[in-house]
């Protein structure tokens, strides 16, 4: 399916995320069914909502963030600003990042609190 919006041209059926809620220990699961049908509003938030996730959650771990370049917060951050300007394919691979530390991090929580 291939649809046109404010993301341009883009033909993604689905990419899913999990996002734990790290202080109730209730996971909540959302499926993009579509990027291209979000507002740049909502991938701005979303993406903001991952920083806030992992930067809460480092800091429960006691990791700290590196403050580089090669954070996956900064980018996250980046691309939350230019949403309204990426491909879908670049906020994808964010948003896949995001969701890769997200999961590392539970683990080290779940491992942590065990």
Same mark, same amino acid.
């Given at each position: 399916? +291939?649809?046109?919006?404010?993301?341009? +041209?883009?033909?993604?059926?689905?990419?899913?995320?999990?996002?734990?809620?790290?202080? *109730?220990? %209730?996971?909540?699961?959302?499926? !993009?069914?579509? !990027?291209?049908?979000?507002?740049?509003?909502? !991938?701005?938030?979303?993406?903001?909502?991952?920083? =806030?996730?992992?930067?809460?959650?480092?800091?429960? *771990?006691? %990791?700290?963030?590196?403050?580089? &370049?090669?954070?996956?917060?900064?980018?996250?951050?980046?691309?939350? &600003?230019? =949403?309204?300007?990426?491909?879908?394919?670049?906020?994808?691979?964010?948003?896949?990042?995001?969701?890769? %530390? !997200?999961?590392?991090?539970?683990?080290?929580?779940?491992?942590?609190?065990?």
């Amino acid at each position: 399916m +291939t649809q046109t919006s404010s993301l341009g +041209t883009c033909s993604l059926s689905g990419i899913a995320t999990a996002e734990t809620n790290s202080r *109730t220990g %209730i996971a909540t699961n959302e499926r !993009i069914t579509n !990027i291209c049908q979000m507002s740049p509003f909502e !991938i701005k938030r979303l993406l903001n909502r991952s920083v =806030a996730m992992i930067r809460d959650m480092r800091e429960q *771990t006691g %990791i700290p963030g590196r403050h580089s &370049a090669k954070d996956v917060v900064i980018d996250v951050q980046v691309t939350a &600003a230019r =949403a309204d300007s990426l491909c879908a394919a670049e906020i994808r691979d964010v948003l896949l990042d995001a969701a890769d %530390i !997200i999961r590392t991090l539970k683990i080290v929580l779940d491992g942590k609190n065990a």
